[in-house]
């Protein structure tokens, strides 16, 4: 086992929150960020459509199902495996391919959502330059996800890790939206740089 394998498996094991994500039945520990987004942003409601970018292994799909009594419709993807959960369509897929827009714009029905949100992280190599430009990549994938799919007036929410490039970013979703809040959840590793923003009311 790698240094940096051994070091993330030391730190899951101590984690609380690992812990009682287990006891409490969700899929990661990731679900307690979202509960503490919503519990800020108010973005989840019933009946809503939303999408789920980087949804594996699905905590943050599992909580909006069950938070709503499954009144929702759930789109989730990601580029690994999901096992099913009720009120979600997941696709396998990168959602920068056409192929995967085309299924995405089928269970849609041409209608727009109400929230994109995105957990996605770019696979960390250590060198840290290199890691906040892909970063930085993905979050402006997830933005041009948002901007594609979301309707007006719709919710946007989005991990990113400060550093390089993160107040432009920032800026540029201020101009799109409404509110913009940068948050970090108590639930995330204090050593993380990793924050959310809250951009609320798409302005289109």
């Known amino acids: 086992m790698s240094k940096s394998s051994r070091d993330w498996y030391n730190r899951q094991i101590r984690d609380p929150y690992v812990k ?14 979202l509960e503490e987004i919503n519990n800020k942003g108010k973005v989840i409601f019933p009946d809503m459509t939303c999408i789920d970018l980087g949804a594996a292994p699905g905590s943050w799909s599992q909580y909006v199902s069950i938070k709503l009594k499954e009144r929702v419709e759930i789109i989730a993807l990601d580029i690994l495996p999901m096992d099913f959960l009720p009120a979600v369509s997941f696709i396998q897929g990168d959602f920068l391919e056409e192929d995967t827009n085309k299924k995405i714009k089928i269970l849609l029905k041409n209608k727009k959502v109400d929230l994109v949100m995105s957990d996605i992280a770019p696979n960390i190599s250590g060198i840290k330059i290199s890691d906040q430009a892909k970063s930085m990549h993905l979050v402006e994938l997830a933005f041009a996800a948002a901007q594609e799919y979301l309707k007006e007036k719709g919710d946007f929410v ?9 107040d432009e970013y920032i800026k540029l979703i201020r ?12 639930s ?8 959310y923003l809250i951009a609320k009311r798409y302005l289109g």
């Open 175 to 186: 101009r799109h939206f409404g509110k913009v809040s940068v948050f970090k959840p108590k």
């Open 158 to 166: 989005c991990k990113m890790f400060q550093g390089q490039g993160a």
């Open 188 to 195: 995330s590793r204090p050593d993380s740089r990793e924050v």
């Open 20 to 33: 009682k994500a287990k006891q409490d039945g969700w899929r990661s520990r990731a679900v307690y960020k």
